[in-house]
């Protein structure tokens, strides 16, 4: 077990610990403060030892001896500092601009964690998001920084930097009182940031603004700045110049943050509210609920009680986060910390929640609290049949950990069972799905996904449909309304010509444009969701050489002239294929998917009709024909080319395809509505 242990030089340690009547020696060679040093014994409060530091230069020996230092070691590392002490930060940034690389800096430089210690970025923990570079899950640490001979503890808050989590993001925000706005200082402002600061504007946040990346040829760190001021109109005199991956101005901003961002209120007499801004769930303590005490106290053991999901529990243990999670017994207004309270799931937690005390109820709960709206469907279905139980075991144990998933059964005639599930959005659906292929090893078939639409029908009701194929008949419904986003484009003003041509083949409806700087623009648009989920963020980027950035939010729903286009190979309805469509697109869309699906269905050993309807008429239509009987199949003896083909026939197998009747179609082809060429939308 790590303690950190004060002094300033690489010490041989010689540890003299009693527990009750036993005696233990250990060793240990460090460098002490502010680096821990590893004991294998464990040490706590009431241990006794003693401690001889041998200074490796000098061989000079000094002895400490102290049956009270164990308590010493322990408030060390947990520091306790007056609320006038602590400060909540976060940090904003775009994609890529270097969040991790920084948080990590400020983590090392404070003594958080070693180098060593350090697995390639410690803030973003799940291997996903190491692999994809992205930080898709809040994590937060606490760090030990003296400033003028005074401790101060700095309570990092880290953020996801996906759109698909801007609610999570506005909840940690509002668990902090100061924020590092860090731009790339070889880049600017991107959209990403800009939503990111307005959110962080709202809930009052001191902003700091830092030119990351200084240390590339590329930096323009006065130009970014201009571009801070100009578009954002903060003022940035005081913005630091930094390198977190070369560790420049790391201490300035850790001197900035105890400077410039304001202490918590004190309000530890008032009734307990703490804000949660992030859980998970763990196999063996339940749910681990992580959140920012706003008034009140919070200990060990407390009855506690969550105001929206409307559960009580105690509170098991309760800790700081360090970034390991070191237990205490309380903690009070201004404090960020951890507790587990044998929760079943994280929906009985949610971020955004107000944790109280059961006896002591608060009056009103924190402001903020949004439930989860899924808005992205999509059905997912076992290749093999019989892993449908492993596929819902997967699902529920996913949902434990992720409040934001639903799911319920499906059942189609061309897919068997499976699940229609729903998401945050695109990102959100594409980690649900690599997680279930990869953690629980489990072989899917996905279907394009589609949008929440609101059906006015004949009778007066309106229903919502996630799924195309169980859209009501056109006799039955009178109107149908999609989801429409808001979305702001900035982009260099090369490609604004053909990011406008985008958003318009895109059914959106031009609203807004300016320039920013005298090179950059901010487009915005209304836009059907729908439009969205599809390539729309690749096409964005590859129109613009990947310098445009977008951001979008939902604003509601909207009337529009969708029909529901039906596709049928050999014969027979692929329900997972139907598609809703607007009026004006469904023949070309037709064409088109027709078109693709023939070149991505394998051929058969007969001829297979590939058709586009609506309703009963047949609005395109292609065929896939009959591939020759393989005569070679009879061959005999051991020439290679033969084994090779056999092999090729043996990876193809493996393939993720679906029997349709007859016809086996893989993949990629319920995916084909997404990747339909842009000309024909
Ligand atoms: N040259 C240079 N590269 C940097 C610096 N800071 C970060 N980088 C690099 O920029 C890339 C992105 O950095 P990250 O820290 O992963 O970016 P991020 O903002 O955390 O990205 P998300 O986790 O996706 O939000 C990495 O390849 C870093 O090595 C810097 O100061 N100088």
Redesign the pocket.
């Known amino acids: 077990m790590a303690k950190e242990l004060c002094s300033g030089v690489t010490a041989l340690l010689s540890i003299n610990t009693w527990q009750g009547q036993q005696h233990h020696h250990h060793w240990a060679r460090s460098q002490l403060s502010p680096l821990p040093i590893s004991a294998t014994h464990r040490l706590t409060k009431h241990s006794r030892f003693r401690v001889v530091c041998q200074s490796v230069e000098t061989q000079a020996k000094t002895e400490i001896y102290d049956p009270e230092f164990g308590a010493k070691v322990g408030q060390d590392r947990l520091l306790k500092v007056p609320v006038s002490n602590i400060r909540n930060f976060c940090i904003i ?10 948080a990590d800096k400020l983590l090392q430089m404070t003594g958080t964690v070693q180098k060593r210690e350090m697995k390639e ?1 410690f803030l ?1 923990n799940m291997d996903l ?1 190491r692999e994809r ?3 898709i899950k809040l994590q937060a640490s606490r760090m030990r920084y003296m400033f003028e001979n005074e401790p101060y503890c700095l309570n990092l808050i880290d953020t996801p ?1 996906h759109v698909d989590f801007s609610y999570e993001v506005s909840r940690s925000l509002a668990a902090c009182e100061g924020a590092l706005l ?1 731009v790339d200082a070889s880049q600017g402002v991107e959209a990403q940031t800009l939503a990111n600061v307005y959110l962080a504007l709202e809930n009052n946040l001191e902003i700091i603004p830092v030119l ?5 040829p590329g930096a323009e760190p006065d130009r970014v700045i201009r571009e801070i001021e100009e578009v954002i109109g903060l003022d940035c005199s005081k913005a630091i110049p ?5 560790g420049i101005g790391i201490t300035e901003i850790l001197n900035a943050i105890v400077e410039r961002i304001p202490p918590p209120r004190d309000a530890a007499t008032s009734p307990l509210r703490a804000l949660i801004f992030d859980s998970y769930y763990d196999p063996y303590r339940g749910v681990i609920v992580y959140f920012r005490v706003i008034d009140g106290r919070l200990k060990k053991g407390d009855r506690i009680y969550f105001m929206a999901s409307n559960k009580d529990y105690f509170a098991d243990e309760v800790g700081v986060l360090s970034p390991n999670q070191l237990q205490v017994d309380e903690l009070y207004a201004g404090e960020v910390g951890y507790l587990s309270a044998s929760i079943r799931s994280v929906a009985d937690a949610r971020v955004g929640d107000t944790i109280t005390h059961y006896d002591r109820k608060a009056e009103s709960s924190l402001p903020g609290y949004e439930e989860a709206t899924p808005m992205v469907f999509c059905g997912l279905f076992p290749v093999d049949a019989d892993q449908f139980p492993e596929l819902r075991d997967a699902l529920e144990k996913l949902q434990l950990n992720d409040a934001a998933l639903k799911f319920e059964p499906e059942t189609s005639s061309a897919m068997g069972f499976g699940f229609r599930c729903g998401f945050l959005g695109l990102l959100h659906m594409e980690i649900v799905q690599e997680r279930l292929e990869r953690e629980y090893n489990l072989s899917l078939i996905t279907t394009a996904p589609s949008v929440v639409y609101r059906v006015n029908c004949v009778d007066n009701e309106t229903v919502e449909c996630s799924n195309p194929s169980l859209l009501p008949e056109p006799g039955q419904r009178r109107s149908i309304e999609e989801p429409v986003v808001k979305i702001e484009m900035l982009t260099p003003k090369d490609y604004i010509g053909s990011l406008m041509e985008l958003a318009q083949d895109r059914r959106g409806e031009f609203k807004e444009m300016k320039y920013i700087t005298e090179n950059r623009a901010s487009i915005i648009y209304e836009l059907p969701l729908a439009e969205m989920v599809g390539d729309f963020f690749d096409q964005l980027k590859s129109r613009s050489k990947g310098y445009a950035s977008m951001e979008y939010t939902f604003i509601g729903y909207k009337e529009s002239e969708l029909i529901k286009l039906d596709i049928q190979i050999n014969g027979e309805p692929v329900e997972p294929l139907s598609t809703i469509v607007h009026r004006d697109k469904a023949y070309s869309v037709g064409r088109a998917l027709t078109q693709k699906l023939k070149e991505l269905i394998p051929r058969q050993m007969f001829k297979v009709p590939i058709q586009a309807c609506i309703g009963s008429k047949v609005i395109a239509s292609e065929s896939l024909s009959a591939i020759r009987k393989d005569v070679l199949a009879k061959c005999y003896g051991g020439d290679i080319s033969r084994k090779k083909k056999l092999l090729k026939k043996q990876a193809e197998g493996k393939k993720r395809m679906k029997a349709i009747g007859k016809v086996d179609v893989p993949q990629e082809a319920f995916m084909a509505v997404l990747k339909l060429e842009k000309e024909v939308l």
Do not use: F, P, R, Y
């Open positions: 940034a775009h994609i890529d601009h270097g969040k991790s690389t920084l970025q973003d998001e570079g992205i930080t930097g860090v990351n990346k200084i240390d590339l930094c390198s977190a991956k070369e």
